[in-house]
Nanobody
Framework: QVQLVESGGDLVQPGGSLRVSCAAS????????VGWFRQVPGQEREGVSC????????FYTGSVKGRFTISGNRAKSTVYLQMNSLKPEDTAVYYC????????????????????WGQGTQVTVSS
């Protein structure tokens, strides 16, 4: 059973930067993907980005492309989401999730394709 723990959420001013982390335990191979989702109360969970740990291939949803960067450290089983040029609309609880490599296939992320989820970390962008 893969367990995920997010960290790094904080309050940041518009235009600022923040890095959130996702540490995985119980991983038995590199053939998995990690995705970042975010959710605002009353709205559906939105897929933000994902990475395949085996080859480093990535995907970003349009609203964060060019501002967010996902990266992975296979040795530490940790995935990072570097968020730059943050906007108030980026405010949400950010969740990481793990699934098969197929869950990160250059298309919109589907929550149902990810098996394990972290507890979430709050990111607030406000002046």
């Amino acid at each position: 059973q893969v367990q995920l723990v997010e960290s790094g959420g904080d309050l940041v001013q518009p235009g600022g930067s923040l890095r959130v982390s996702c540490a995985a335990s119980g991983v038995t191979s590199d053939y998995y993907a990690v995705g970042w989702f975010r959710q605002v109360p009353g709205q559906e969970r939105e897929g933000v980005s994902c990475i395949r740990m085996s080859d480093g291939s990535t995907f970003y949803t349009g609203s964060v492309k060019g501002r967010f960067t996902i990266s992975g450290n296979r040795a530490k089983s940790t995935v990072y989401l570097q968020m730059n040029s943050l906007k108030p609309e980026d405010t949400a609880v950010y969740y990481c999730a793990a699934g098969s490599r197929l869950a990160c296939s250059g298309r919109r992320l589907r929550p149902e394709e990810f098996d394990s989820w972290g507890q979430g970390t709050q990111v607030t962008v406000s002046s």
